[in-house]
């Protein structure tokens, strides 16, 4: 069984398309988190949620929009999307907030392309 | 602010050599350090990790020290071999962190070739 699972694993879609990615964790953990890694590799967090309350929002357009129905699932909703979207959207888990063991989990990665 | 400055890549080996990756950091207080590796298609995972000044992380052959003195925790390894190829990325985090924030450096990549 996969420990932090994201669907789709790529996706291809027009400007102006609204898209989801969906996360899965079952490890237990209760904090999870999206990541975009840009062309150059680059990492940045974009949301953080613990026990599903929204504890990292980074300065991210609000087209962009966490969901996370319960701690084991946090989705991704992003609006009217853009060419400067297309990036690889990583999924990631701790138990307890990374700053004290700072082990994350990570999916495999989500590839956007926006066409 | 609180940042990680990594050399930048990418780094192009034989297999057998030594290699060195440069970690450099920026923080208030005393983190603990990271180094995660990214193989090609997958995800990042926690390699080792250091989390108070001397201390060595180890795994998979690979080393780096927490050294305050000079704000660094260099990743080591005698011998890497083609399997080592990779994006590496340094990061750190504050025990405690009420954000639980974890700062990655750019990754550096490894090349081995046989």
């Known amino acids: 069984d996969t420990a932090v699972s994201q669907t789709p694993k790529y996706l291809v879609t027009q400007m102006g398309n609204d898209k989801s990615i969906k996360c899965e964790q079952n490890?237990?953990?209760?904090?999870m988190y999206w990541y975009k890694q840009d062309s150059k590799k680059f990492l940045k967090i974009m949301f953080s949620?613990?026990?599903?309350?929204?504890?990292i929002n980074e300065t991210v357009p609000n087209r962009f929009s966490p969901k996370s129905p319960d701690k084991a699932h946090l989705n991704l909703h992003i609006n009217s999307l853009e060419l400067g979207d297309s990036a690889v959207y990583f999924c990631?888990?701790?138990?307890?907030?990374?700053?004290?063991?700072?082990?994350?989990?990570f999916g495999e990665g989500s590839r956007l392309t926006v066409l | 602010g609180d940042s990680v400055t990594q050399m930048e890549g990418p780094v192009t080996l034989s297999e057998e050599a030594f290699l060195t990756i440069n970690c450099t950091y920026t923080?208030?207080?005393?983190?603990?350090l990271f180094w995660y590796v990214q193989y090609p298609g997958e995800g990042l995972q926690l390699l080792l990790k250091?989390?108070?000044?001397?201390d060595k992380g180890s795994n998979k052959g690979f080393e780096a020290t927490y050294r305050k003195e000079t704000t660094s925790f260099h990743l080591e390894k005698g011998s890497v071999q083609v399997s080592d190829s990779a994006v590496y990325f340094c990061?750190?985090?504050?025990?405690?962190?009420?954000?639980?924030?974890?700062?990655f450096g750019r990754g550096t990549q490894l090349t081995v070739w046989p």
């Open positions: 990631a888990s701790s138990q307890g907030l990374s700053g004290a063991s700072g082990e994350l989990f």
């Open positions: 490890l237990g953990h209760d904090t």
């Open positions: 949620y613990n026990n599903k309350e929204l504890i």
């Open positions: 923080a208030t207080g005393y983190p603990s």
């Open positions: 250091a989390t108070k000044a001397d």
């Open positions: 990061a750190l985090s504050f025990r405690g962190s009420t954000l639980g924030r974890l700062y």
